[in-house]
């Protein structure tokens, strides 16, 4: 079998954040689309995207590998909730899901799939899906079975907090539970996980009565650090001190060279001007506390 994530018209409306990268490559809560759906289903997961992007995001064969001779699966790379994908996959094949007008995911056959891949390519889903429903068993998602999809960039933070909880089956399976007995670090819930190799160091707050805690290995959690669920952060990441992090959560660390650091920015350090002149092109300023003269 083969699974095929796809990007659909609706990428337009995210143009500002996938210009370099298809949107099933946007991350919210715990994975990708593509990871997620390569996790749930144990598959390798192919990216079908925009032309430019397809000779990075795309399989090394190109569109050729994606005919496989074998049933395919079809996910839509705006979905952000695949508690339909099992059920996909029991279905016969030639089934297609919808929702609200949109093409969710389809299971099909070879020559089904050779037929809308062409329109695919070219993200015409809603071609794809017209097509689709000439020739397969439609099913329409509605109401609470309807997924959470992404349709514009502020999706991704609106439905982060959800979706971690949503993916607690998939991390909980792959990320121990944390025990500790360093009494620095202080937990608050059950649903706290770290992998190997994570360093925390403490004094520190875990508080996932809110929300479950994903800490990937090689991430590192500074000391003064409270970390409410739910909150996942990835390997190889860095959680700076609560007050740098307080109002830009998951901004890279740029405590470089002089400057004073607050939330998150670095801010040169006000420079005091004297009461002496400042030349210009435009004529002499002259500085004091009480006036500005223009000399020309």
């Keep these: 079998m083969t699974l095929i994530v796809f990007e659909d018209e609706h990428w337009r ?3 500002v954040i996938t210009q370099a990268r298809p949107v099933f ?22 990216g079908m995207a925009r032309a430019h992007l397809m000779g990075y995001y795309g399989p090394p064969g190109g569109l050729a590998a994606m005919y496989s001779g074998e049933p395919t699966v079809l996910v839509n790379g705006r979905c952000l909730g695949l508690d339909w994908l099992p059920r996909l996959l029991a279905e016969p094949v030639n089934t297609v899901y919808l929702a609200d007008g949109d093409l969710i ?43 959470a999809r992404i349709v514009y960039p502020w999706d991704l933070i609106g439905q982060s907090g959800e979706q971690i909880v949503r993916d607690l089956p998939l991390l909980s399976a792959r990320l121990p539970a944390y025990v500790s007995n360093d009494p620095s670090v202080v937990l608050r819930g059950t649903s706290i996980f770290v992998g190997p190799g994570a360093r925390l160091d403490g004094p520190l707050v875990l508080d ?12 590192h959690i500074e000391p003064f650090s409270f970390i409410q669920g739910p909150a996942y952060i990835g390997a190889d990441r ?3 001190h609560p007050w740098r992090d307080e109002h830009w959560p998951g901004l890279p660390d740029r405590r470089r060279g002089g400057g004073q650091h607050r939330t998150g920015l670095l801010e040169q350090a006000p420079r005091r001007i004297p009461g002496s002149l400042v030349a210009r092109r435009m ?7 009480h006036q500005l003269r223009l000399e020309k």
């Design 25 to 46: 490559e946007l991350r919210c809560g715990g994975y990708t689309v593509r990871e997620r759906a390569a996790a749930m289903t144990g598959m390798a997961a192919l």
């Design 105 to 147: 995911g389809a299971r099909l056959t070879p020559a089904l799939t050779s037929a809308v891949l062409y329109y695919l390519r070219d993200q015409q889903a809603a071609d794809a899906r017209d097509e689709l429903a000439r020739f397969a068993r439609v099913v329409e998602l509605c109401g609470a079975d309807a997924p």
């Design 208 to 219: 996932a009565r809110d929300g479950p805690i994903f800490i990937e290995g090689g991430a």
């Design 13 to 15: 409306n995210l143009a």
């Design 238 to 240: 860095q959680r700076p």
């Design 283 to 289: 004529g002499q300023h002259r500085c004091d506390d």
